[in-house]
């Protein structure tokens, strides 16, 4: 499974975003999907997963109420639609996928994509 995310770029705080994963390879349904963030050297963090099709989400406490995650998987797509955002929320941001069930554990990810930069400025 290939993973292509889109959508970063550079706004202002208070601002909204939406970045973008489309996947390849595989039977997108079959994937639950999980977006991760990173700043520089620092551990990867979650930031929201999605089940496979799409009942069940859950958020990090520092997003819940301003990211939602979603998915179309005729599209083979899942989306973070980010809302109000902070500077501290500028990382790199990373979807991931796995296969049947979700998890928080970035461990437990079986693929992941580039990443794309989101940078917030105050």
């Known amino acids: 499974v290939q993973l292509v995310e889109s959508g970063g770029g550079l706004v202002q705080a208070g601002d909204s975003l939406r970045v973008s994963c489309t996947a390849s390879?595989?039977?997108?349904?079959?994937?639950?999907m999980a977006w991760f963030r990173q700043v520089g050297g620092k551990e990867r963090e979650f930031v929201s997963v999605?089940?496979?099709?799409?009942?069940?989400?859950y958020s990090a406490d520092s997003v819940k109420g301003r990211f939602t995650i979603s998915r179309d998987n005729a599209k083979n797509t899942v989306y973070l639609q980010m809302n109000s955002l902070k500077p501290e929320d500028t990382a790199v941001y990373y979807c991931?996928?796995?296969?049947?069930?979700?998890?928080?554990?970035?461990?437990?990810?079986?693929?992941w994509g580039q990443g794309t930069q989101v940078t917030v400025s105050s």
């Open positions: 999605i089940t496979r099709d799409g009942g069940i989400k």
């Open positions: 390879g595989g039977t997108f349904s079959t994937y639950a």
């Open positions: 991931a996928a796995r296969k049947w069930s979700a998890t928080l554990d970035k461990g437990e990810y079986d693929y």
